[in-house]
């Protein structure tokens, strides 16, 4: 049986460095705003596998970004990270006072 692997392990294991690209495009003349999410096929297989992934992962959420963890991921020019959160959420919620 092929063990599950998890978002991490997607991450660490694609070989593409600086691949994908995540921007916000300027809005449309609609007025209707649209995030970017550019790269080659092996990039896009990657976000395939790091979605199913996430899916069935214990932690309800995950992150990358382009400056901090996963940076190697991201092409330059990319504005904005990844945040997964899978409803529902296994975290313990906090009360504010």
């Known amino acids: 049986m092929k063990k ?3 978002p991490d392990a997607v991450c660490a294991g694609f070989p593409q460095k600086r691949a ?3 921007a916000l495009l300027p809005a449309d003349e609609d007025g209707r705003d649209f995030v970017l999410f ?3 096929k092996a990039a896009f ?3 395939g596998r790091l979605f199913l992934a996430h899916a069935k992962a214990t932690d309800c959420g995950f992150q990358v970004s382009p400056r901090g963890a996963g940076s190697a991921l991201f ?3 990319s ?3 990844l945040y997964l959160h ?3 959420c296994n975290a313990k919620r906090h009360r504010s006072r």
């Open 45 to 47: 297989e990657f976000l």
């Open 38 to 40: 550019e790269g080659n």
């Open 4 to 6: 599950r692997q998890g």
């Open 75 to 77: 092409k330059n020019g």
């Open 86 to 88: 899978r409803l529902p």
């Open 79 to 81: 504005a904005f990270g």
């Open 20 to 22: 994908l690209k995540v």
